[in-house]
């Protein structure tokens, strides 16, 4: 059996690339990329440090890190963190050490390079717990009835289908408004919404169903932005048509409300789909009637791995005063150690490491802890699963409190 090597890919080598993004599109069961998309993966990924697992000269596993950000709960900027993804070993090549090997190369780079955390979306849910992961934010999907959806709030601004290049102009500082509203938001570069608009002009027959508007307030100002496409359908000469939302991004109530109002309004549509939506969507109540928009099942979606909690919860804000004192059992040695996080009335929030604190309010692990970091982790759930100890009620009660978030914790991008 010969010794797999780890070696660095670099994007501007267009045969090694196109081995590498072969091998990825294997392992996750999509189609081999053509030569455009390679293109598109190279501009994408410029930057980004690309790694593949090799059995002599066959790329046998992918993996992929690069800079980004992340919003946390009422900072009023995006945290600086590392993103990681494209993950794959081939069937042929699993259990023999290459995940293991280069994550915890990985996570010791992060961490040596300042990084706060690092961040994921997870293919296989069992896989990254081990490596200290813990389940930041979730997701579903939302259906409405639009031949039943009648909206409560008046209509307040407009929308407007635009060319891809106003789009394009627009959707960045957007989609930078809108994002602050969310923690769990991540970085969006300009050549993710350049592609979007290029797509509906040169992509397939399904990609060019695409459409592209924005929200204007009743000012004439620019406040939100929405991608779908209608897939169309007719029994009987009856259209039954569906509208797929692939983005709709709201940096304030009105034009959130009238985005949906609008998808629902559509000629010819009967039925909007949007997935990966937060599943503490408010738009039921924006409806007569709240069972016209069902939420599916919610899944996991971003994943965070912490490795600075003194930086990762100080950079945050808090709803209360307040303190909570967790101690964190980490098995890669990065963040095990007792913490004090306290803030005080403004929100304003502290967190330090503490020596010798012999019954701390929370005990838990390293995925735990990131659970709880931007707001959205259930302490209950997490106790009952035993993935947390808390000392009693009083203490469940305070650091609720203060761990908590108005807005829930959201990504809604893929990476």
């Known amino acids: 059996m010969t010794e797999l090597q780890i070696v660095p890919i670099d994007p501007d080598d267009v045969p090694a690339l196109t081995q590498w993004a072969n091998t990825a599109s ?17 501009v994408r990924m410029a930057g980004h440090r690309l790694f593949a697992g090799r059995d002599g000269a066959r ?3 992918t993996f992929r890190s690069f800079d980004s950000d992340l919003t946390v709960p009422g900072a009023p900027e995006p945290l600086p963190l590392n993103g990681i993804s494209s993950v794959t070993v081939l069937p042929t090549h699993r259990r023999r050490g290459l995940l293991s090997r280069w994550m915890t190369v990985e996570l010791s780079r992060a961490a040596e390079h300042g990084d706060v955390a690092s961040i994921l979306i997870a293919s296989e849910a069992p896989i990254y717990r081990r490596f200290g992961f813990g389940v930041a934010t979730t997701s579903c999907t939302w259906t409405v ?69 924005i929200h204007r307030g009743a000012d004439g100002t620019p406040d939100g932005l929405l991608i779908y ?32 109002r609008y998808c629902c309004e559509v000629d010819f549509v009967t ?36 490795h600075d909690v003194p930086a990762a919860f100080s950079a945050r804000r808090y709803p209360v005063a307040g303190s909570v004192t967790i101690r964190v059992a980490d098995h890669l040695g990065q963040i095990d150690g007792t913490y004090v996080i306290e803030s005080d009335a403004s929100g304003a929030g502290t967190c330090s490491r503490v020596d010798d604190v012999r019954n701390p309010d929370i005990d ?20 009952g699963a035993g993935f947390l100890r808390i000392r009693d009620a009083a203490t469940h009660a305070r650091a609720d409190a203060l761990l908590g978030w108005p807005e829930p914790a959201w990504c809604g991008t893929w990476f």
């Open 229 to 260: 496409r209608v897939e169309d359908s007719y029994t009987e000469r009856v259209s039954a048509a569906t509208l797929h939302v692939q983005d709709l991004w709201a940096a304030n109530d009105d034009a959130y409300a009238d985005l949906w």
């Open 364 to 383: 838990t692990d390293a995925a735990g802890l990131a659970a709880l970091w931007l707001g959205s982790g259930d302490l209950a759930a997490l106790a």
């Open 59 to 61: 790329t046998v596993a």
């Open 145 to 213: 009835d639009a031949t039943r959806a009648h909206f409560r709030p008046p209509r307040v601004g407009s929308v407007e289908l635009v060319d891809p290049d106003d789009f394009v102009k627009l959707a960045p500082a957007l989609y930078d408004r809108a994002r602050q509203r969310f923690a769990g938001t991540v970085q969006r570069p300009l050549h993710r919404w350049q592609t979007a608009a290029q797509i509906l002009l040169h992509g397939n027959d399904e990609d060019r169903l695409r459409q592209l508007a």
């Open 271 to 306: 039925r909007v789909v949007a997935e990966d939506r937060s599943p503490r969507e408010p738009l039921p109540l924006l409806l007569t009637d709240p069972r016209t928009a069902r939420d599916g099942a919610t899944s996991d979606f971003l994943w965070v791995r912490l």
């Open 26 to 42: 294997a392992v996750f069961l999509a189609p081999r990329p053509t030569p455009e998309s390679i293109e598109s993966r190279r």
